[in-house]
């Protein structure tokens, strides 16, 4: 079993940045592979950024790309989601999940889930 609990989230104006992190207990975060997903009042969950158990790929939605970077370290067990450049439609919670197998983008994939974290961009 494998816990994952989130925080970073806050809120912003438009043009700032946050850190969000991730952090694992349960077991070793080196075998997950670790996404990050968002969640808009009245949308669907949607996927934001992925990385594999080793870090060596990484999945963006193209929303995302350019501004947000997903990054991990393995002995603290630790995912993150740096976000630059915020906007307004970036306002969302996000949450944080993990996988025993290879990456992936899609959110019913995931085994594990964390609570979210609340990022609102203001105008």
């Known amino acids: 079993q494998v816990q994952l609990v989130e925080s970073g989230g806050g809120l912003v104006q438009a043009g700032g940045s946050l850190r969000l992190s991730c952090a694992a207990s349960?077991?070793?975060?080196?075998?997950?592979?670790m996404g990050w997903f968002r969640q808009a009042p009245g949308k669907e969950r949607e996927f934001v950024a992925a990385?594999?158990?080793?870090?060596?790929?990484?999945y963006y939605a193209d929303s995302v790309k350019g501004r947000f970077t997903i990054s991990r370290d393995n002995a603290k067990n630790t995912l993150y989601l740096q976000m630059n450049s915020l906007k307004p439609e970036d306002t969302a919670v996000y949450y944080c999940?993990?996988?025993?197998?290879?990456?992936?983008?899609?959110?019913?994939?995931?085994?594990?889930w964390g609570q979210g974290t609340q990022v609102t961009v203001s105008s």
């Open positions: 990385m594999s158990w080793v870090g060596s790929s990484t």
């Open positions: 349960g077991r070793t975060m080196s075998s997950l592979s």
């Open positions: 999940a993990a996988r025993g197998r290879a990456i992936t983008r899609q959110s019913t994939q995931y085994d594990y």
